[in-house]
């Protein structure tokens, strides 16, 4: 509910305050900034009601979320270009990438023996998806899915092949506020229907 929410966005500020270096990476702002504006997504009061007994959240807090998914792929794509790091610009960096990154998982062994011309594809379609894609988050619906699943299947990608914790799953969460309940009732057994939408 809100008043919990709103409890943890305070303790986890604080904590974040404190902590100095050891809590000022890209995921813990990502946190911060998705825990404040969640605040005015869920629920009011002290208990959550289920069916939803309010009206749905107001079309600006939904926006500003979309705005926040936006900030974070397209500044994740051009703090890549703009460190000067001449291996994302001649799209090189996974060569390194799998081995270097802090923690790998089983899965970035394999992705490392990939041959060279995998893995400058995969550097030119994060790119497109990390520079391009989240300016369809603005468009009309089919380009809203796109950046969606787009969005979503990189996160995956990443997730697989190296533990960021809860910064793809974040990520991930704020993709799917990008569709409707159109895209869930056809992703959703029936049975839950009535349950969740």
Do not use: C
């Not at 902590?19 to 911060?32: H, K, R, Y």
């Not at 900034?33 to 749905?56: C, D, M, N, Q, Y």
């Not at 703090?79 to 990154?101: I, M």
Request: cysteine-free; charged content about 10%.
């Amino acid at each position: 509910t809100r008043i919990l929410l709103f409890s943890l966005y305070v303790l986890y500020l604080s904590l974040l305050s404190i902590s100095g270096v050891f809590m000022s990476f890209q995921w813990d702002i990502l946190l911060i900034e998705t825990s404040f504006l969640a605040i005015f997504l869920v629920p009011s009061g002290l208990k959550p009601v289920w069916p939803r007994s309010e009206a749905p959240p107001q079309k600006i807090t939904i926006l500003l979320m979309w705005m926040l998914l936006f900030k974070f792929m397209f500044l994740s794509g051009a703090v890549k270009l703009l460190s000067g790091d001449p291996n994302w610009r001649n799209l090189s960096a996974l060569s390194y990438h799998y081995e270097t990154q802090p923690l790998p998982t089983v899965l970035a062994w394999y992705a490392y023996q990939l041959p060279q011309w995998f893995h400058k594809l995969s550097v030119a379609n994060m790119f497109s998806i990390e520079l391009i894609v989240p300016f369809f988050i603005f468009l009309w619906r089919p380009f809203r899915i796109f950046a969606s699943f787009s969005i979503i299947a990189l996160q995956a990608l990443i997730g697989v092949t190296g533990n960021y914790t809860f910064f793809n799953l974040l990520t991930i969460a704020l993709a799917l506020l990008l569709l409707d309940d159109k895209i869930f009732s056809r992703l959703i057994p029936r049975r839950f229907h009535q349950l969740l939408l």
